[in-house]
């Protein structure tokens, strides 16, 4: 049963920096993807970022491009987020999902079979 587990979420000034980790348990499949979805109150869960396991091949919506950056740490099993010029937009819960397959390609959460629980980001003065 894979298992996926979020954190460093918290409160950060606009303009700020925070680096979400994904702890990955229980995978066997070679050829997987994490995604990062957000989900903030009254909206649609986004999909922000994604890596693919097989070949690092990474993925960015455009309300994070530029901004953020996934990676991923084999040894640790671990996925990360590094957000930096955060705005208050950015507020939201954020969670990994796990796919046994290639990123979706248009970041739908439907394709994606394991979510962790999400972590807390708010941006605000």
């Known amino acids: 049963q894979v298992q996926l587990v979020e954190s460093g979420g918290g409160l950060v000034n606009p303009g700020g920096s925070l680096r979400l980790s994904c702890a990955e348990s229980?995978?066997?499949?070679?050829?997987?993807?994490i995604e990062w979805f957000r989900q903030a109150p009254g909206k649609k869960r986004e999909g922000i970022s994604c890596?693919?396991?097989?070949?690092?091949?990474?993925m960015y919506s455009d309300s994070v491009k530029g901004r953020f950056t996934i990676s991923r740490d084999f040894v640790k099993k671990v996925v990360y987020l590094q957000m930096n010029s955060l705005k208050p937009e950015d507020t939201a819960v954020y969670y990994c999902?796990?796919?046994?397959?290639?990123?979706?390609?248009?970041?739908?959460?439907?394709?994606?079979?394991?979510w962790g629980r999400g972590t807390q980001v708010t941006v605000s003065p």
């Open positions: 999902a796990f796919r046994q397959d290639d990123c979706s390609k248009n970041h739908y959460a439907g394709d994606y079979a394991f």
């Open positions: 229980g995978l066997t499949a070679d050829l997987h993807a």
């Open positions: 890596i693919n396991s097989h070949n690092g091949d990474t």
